[in-house]
């Protein structure tokens, strides 16, 4: 009876302070030796590679990099030898504290760097001085930084694979990186891909940064390497598999035909607050998760549309 009572008062404080419970990462098999730790409320998705001479993650938040390293400990006694983040954000680039006893090394852009130490760290350290129950995961945890920074492209020859390893530029975030493992016939894309949902504006610390054009470009940038790829892995929502550029082609759509759908509503008239009122999501998109992320890209559309006619 004290047991049940004393769960009961648990999840009465739960409810009452905001406390989330746990997120569930589900892995999802996409290629051989290669899974999609796929976070199961939409935010950020983590990969992870398997070779005989070590692990290669990809994207980690703090808040659940450590399912990802226990799901690494299940399958397999080597260590993570490699750490990639596709941007700055906390739910990408946050978790590397978990896999500190594997020493890897972790890479990324200088622009990613840069962001981290001047953005994101001010905002982790905030959530881990914060009381905030919902900040309880970034207790006694560090920000760790990169140790390899690069412009360009970098690729690197690891566990009999090619990670091929570009800075993408400027689109969800000031500068997106994309991974491609040609033996695998997979490309990660971090969130210059989201599926079956609404994708999210670029934010470090309360800084908003994403740029729609720069986006549409590096995704037709990215379709006209025409690269033998099967499934390009999303930075949010879950993996398609098999269905290849399919996936890009439709984020694309879905810039364009939204930005129209705003610039429709400017050419009638309506101002930014009426068109975050009166907005009417197209019904290709309207199964797409997260409706609550559309305000910040009225905004965005609404601006770069009054700004440069895009």
Request: glycine share 8%.
């Amino acid at each position: 009876m004290k047991a049940r009572l004393a769960l009961l008062l648990g999840l009465v404080w739960c409810l009452s302070t905001g406390a989330a419970a746990p997120v569930r990462m589900t892995p999802v098999k996409i290629a051989e030796n290669v899974y999609l730790l796929q976070h199961s409320q939409g935010s950020g998705n983590s990969t992870v590679v398997f070779t005989d001479d070590g692990v290669l993650v990809f994207d980690f938040h703090i808040d659940n990099a450590d399912q990802t390293l226990a799901f690494i400990r299940k399958q397999t006694d080597k260590k993570v030898k490699y750490l990639i983040s596709s941007h700055s954000a906390g739910d990408h680039a946050s978790g590397a504290w978990h896999f500190r006893e594997d020493k890897p090394v972790y890479i990324a852009t200088k622009n990613q760097i840069h962001d981290l130490r001047m953005q994101e760290l001010q905002e982790f350290n905030e959530r881990k001085n914060s009381n905030d129950p919902r900040n309880a995961g970034y207790k006694g945890k560090e920000l760790i930084p990169p140790d390899i920074g690069f412009d360009g492209t970098m690729t690197l020859y690891f566990g009999g694979l090619t990670f091929q390893i570009t800075a993408e530029g400027r689109g969800h975030s000031t500068g997106d990186l994309t991974v491609y493992i040609p033996q695998k016939r997979v490309y990660l894309m971090g969130d210059l891909l989201d599926t079956e949902i609404h994708p999210g504006q670029g934010e470090s610390a309360g800084v908003f940064y994403s740029n729609v054009k720069g986006w549409v470009q590096i995704l037709d940038n990215i379709m006209a390497r025409n690269l033998a790829v099967e499934t390009y892995v999303p930075g949010h929502g879950p993996a398609h598999l098999g269905r290849g550029m399919k996936d890009l082609e439709e984020q694309k759509r879905y810039f364009v035909v939204m930005r129209d759908e705003v610039a429709k509503m400017i050419a009638a008239g309506k101002n930014l607050e009426q068109i975050e009122k009166e907005f009417k999501i197209p019904q290709e998109f309207a199964h797409y998760t997260r409706p609550e992320r559309l305000k910040s890209f009225y905004k965005l559309f609404y601006n770069q549309l009054m700004e440069t006619g895009y």
